[in-house]
């Protein structure tokens, strides 16, 4: 499996978007390789985590066929992870396509969400070929190749965000992005589903910083912590790379900084482009 980091920011970006600081004013001087889009995992050629705004760009940028995509596993309704309005594009005048079905899983305000953006836009045509399912935490199910376990996130009332970890021939990737820590349900569920993961992506939205209690995003403290507990369950072992990602301007994720905490703590971090095979 190839897990491909197309987009490692938080909401707001790196530089973050209308944000005028000292770190950001420096990202946006030294250029592209400093820049932080919007989260967006793509598995293989065919399964992408999450559909951000910026998913047209990440095409071009890193060369990405999006005529190939299959799936999109969506973590919740968050702008910054789901992007809705794009899919009007997927087939009548704008797009020539191998015409595989398009499948979009995601919760219940996810389904919604889609609706509301494609509702003035989208053509008969193009809403035949992308099927919405809804799917809650705790299932299990197949899309082609892959099998697929949705997790509880921890990231406000609002809905409920899932977490997913995704299997295709004996290799596991485990997605902990958009959440605090992770429940011991979660953790059973992925030990009774026989899941083990040989990539673990963290949400490391606040980088170094000292963890809060209760939060909707992690640290890597925290990110530590749940790699021992799954390390302990026998989800992941001493080869598993924890891969950590979505990263505020407010933690001033530099690739400078970056490379210290690589040297720090057993982790990489990703970069928009980052490409890992296991
Ligand atoms: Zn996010
Ligand atoms: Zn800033
Ligand atoms: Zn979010």
Redesign the pocket.
């Known amino acids: 499996m190839k897990i491909t980091y197309l987009g490692t920011g938080?909401?707001e970006g790196v530089p973050a978007m209308f944000c005028n600081c000292a770190f950001c004013k420096k990202m946006r001087a030294a250029g592209a390789a400093e820049f932080r889009t919007?989260?967006q995992v793509l598995i293989d050629d065919d399964l992408s985590v999450?559909f951000p705004p910026e998913a047209y760009a990440h095409s071009l940028r890193l060369g990405v066929d999006l005529s190939a995509l299959k799936y999109v596993l969506v973590?919740?309704s968050?702008m910054?992870?789901f992007y809705a309005h794009d899919f009007i594009l997927r087939g009548y005048k704008y797009a020539t396509l191998n015409a595989d079905k398009l499948t979009i899983i995601g919760n219940d305000e996810v389904k919604k969400v889609f609706a509301e953006c494609t509702r003035r836009e989208m053509k008969t045509e193009v809403s035949e070929n992308i099927e919405v399912k809804t799917v809650g935490a705790f299932q299990s199910f197949a899309m082609g190749d892959y099998r697929v376990l949705s997790l509880p996130a921890q990231h406000g009332t609002t809905e409920e965000a899932l977490l997913y970890y995704v299997e295709k021939q004996g290799k596991g990737y485990l997605h902990l992005?958009?959440t605090g820590a992770l429940s011991d349900g979660a953790i059973d569920f992925l030990v009774e589903n026989r899941a083990h993961a040989n990539i673990i992506t963290f949400?490391c939205?606040f980088l170094d910083a000292q963890p809060k209690a209760g939060t909707r995003?992690m640290c890597i403290a925290d990110n530590l912590a749940i790699k021992e507990r799954l390390d302990r369950a026998g989800v992941s072992d001493k080869n598993t790379k924890c891969v950590i990602t979505?990263f505020s301007h407010n933690a001033q994720p530099s690739r400078e900084k970056l490379s210290e905490i690589e040297k720090r703590y057993p982790v990489i971090a990703a970069y928009d482009g980052l490409s890992l095979e296991i």
């Open positions: 938080a909401a919007r989260s999450d973590t919740h968050h910054d992870h992005c958009d949400d939205t995003h979505h």
